[in-house]
């Protein structure tokens, strides 16, 4: 899954009407349904369509336009308003805009301009199709991350693209204290929040700054790391610097020293040293002290001098004998060539979309040839041999584990692109819920034995 942050009005008056309206009304919904709907059109004909559709839906409170569907363990609500799927913790959906237009206007304002409206979306992969459930994780989890899990949101889930989708609007002003969060960082925040929620539910990962590592860790992904997966730098000469970058500079961030007699013999397993000039750390070459160095703190703040001292203590310099103090130590040669080594990435062995792929989604093609897929039940039973089952969700067909129920589901028209509604409707009896005992029926000769996260080639797809 991946968030991205629209850009937005630079003058601080985005509107929360708006953005709502944007968010949780159809675009499917015509504006003469509204105007139909809604006799307050010719009194104000500057109303958007979120105005005049919460003017009928709330003079009717036809559930057909809003009705409740769950209250979450935290009181927030789920609600179906006109076909769209929405999560919020205002009062209510209708006078949402209204809330947080109240509590913008006492917040405490660092400038004038400060636009209290905050706007992001989540995205998932085309073939994926999350649980409701699993989407209102996910808006809490980013709200959390962002330091907004006390503000007032709304949430809606779109299904208008190939990629199922999830708008948040939410108030960045404090419904209690009145103070503004400058969301910094706000971007990286929710990339890292985007992993931990795909090693969480199993969705597809995604690119990001924050990327997945060996042993399910989380870790930035470094300049160091893009320069080595870079193409062009792939085959060239190794600079100095990149020799430096690659070996001690990378093994002191994986393994951090608290002490300078640990970091001048980490520096000397490389063949270098610690040199001090002008304030400034320099990591000089051991073998050639002609070679011109490498100011330590162009690797990062965290290695200018003020920070390693304040953690270290005052600068003790290099022992005479560092170089003796290690086994074989190593050493720079600027006529090095790199590897032409494939780029790897942290990516599923095998997704459930992939298990599908390989088993139904050959089946039931050659099936619909042979003239044997005439009703839905066929469909049924051939997805029930592989240990899995279809449903209706998003107003699209997904396919579930059967073994596993929180295993996200993923839509059937990416495992089959003939495998839609539209078309299941179209055989015997059209379509048909997946009988409660399908796999007392049918016995599953294989399943889905579930996704790990390993290191693979890198590749465009």
Excluded at 29 to 51: G, I, K, V, W, Y
Aim: proline share 5%.
């Amino acid at each position: 899954m991946n968030a991205v942050i629209p850009k937005k009005r630079r003058d601080g008056k985005s509107s929360f009407e708006d953005l709502v309206s944007y968010v949780s009304v159809r675009d499917d919904m015509t504006d003469e349904e509204l105007d139909l709907s809604s006799s307050s059109q010719a009194e104000q004909p500057h109303r958007n369509r979120f105005s005049r559709l919460v003017d009928y839906a709330t003079r009717l409170r036809n559930e057909s336009f809003v009705a409740l569907v769950d209250v979450m363990k935290d009181g927030c609500e789920w609600v179906n308003f006109y076909g769209v799927t929405c999560f919020h913790n205002c009062t209510s959906l209708e006078t949402a805009a209204a809330d947080m237009e109240y509590i913008a206007q006492q917040a405490h304002y660092a400038k004038d301009n400060t636009d209290p409206v905050f706007h992001y979306i989540l995205s998932w992969q085309a073939h994926e199709s999350p649980r409701p459930e699993q989407i209102y994780d996910s808006v809490r989890h980013t709200l959390k991350s962002l330091g907004l899990g006390e503000h007032q949101y709304v949430s809606a889930v779109h299904t208008d693209t190939d990629n199922l989708h999830v708008h948040v609007a939410v108030n960045r002003v404090h419904p209690v204290t009145g103070y503004l969060n400058c969301l910094s960082w706000s971007q990286e925040k929710l990339s890292r929040a985007c992993r931990e929620l795909e090693l969480k539910h199993g969705f597809a990962p995604d690119n990001g700054c924050w990327v997945h590592a060996p042993g399910n860790r989380i870790v930035r992904k470094t300049a160091v790391e893009r320069d080595r997966q870079n193409a062009w730098t792939r085959g060239k000469k190794q600079t100095f610097r990149e020799y430096v970058a690659q070996t001690a500079v990378a093994g002191l961030r994986s393994e951090p020293v608290h002490d300078w007699l640990s970091l001048h013999r980490r520096l000397a397993e490389d063949g270098l040293y610690l040199s001090q000039m002008d304030g400034k750390f320099l990591v000089m070459d051991g073998w050639d002290r002609n070679r011109e160095g490498v100011q330590l703190d162009s690797f990062g703040p965290s290695w200018c001098a003020e920070k390693l001292m304040k953690k270290m203590g005052d600068y003790t310099p290099v022992p005479k004998d560092i170089f003796s103090q290690v086994e074989a130590p190593g050493r720079y040669n600027p006529d090095f060539i790199a590897a032409d080594v494939r780029p790897e990435k942290i990516a599923e062995t095998e997704s459930l979309q992939q298990y599908a792929c390989r088993h139904p989604g050959e089946r039931l093609p050659e099936m619909a040839r042979e003239g044997r897929l005439e009703n839905c039940q066929a469909i049924h039973r051939t997805l029930a041999e592989a240990g899995l089952w279809m449903r209706v969700q998003h107003g699209h067909l997904v396919i579930c584990d059967g073994y596993d129920h929180n295993q996200t589901p993923v839509r059937a028209d990416s495992v089959w692109s003939l495998l839609t509604l539209d078309n299941v409707n179209q055989l015997d009896g059209g379509w048909q819920p997946v009988p409660t005992d399908i796999f007392r029926q049918v016995t599953p000769t294989e399943r889905f034995r579930g996704r790990r996260m390993e290191s693979c080639p890198a590749t465009d797809k």
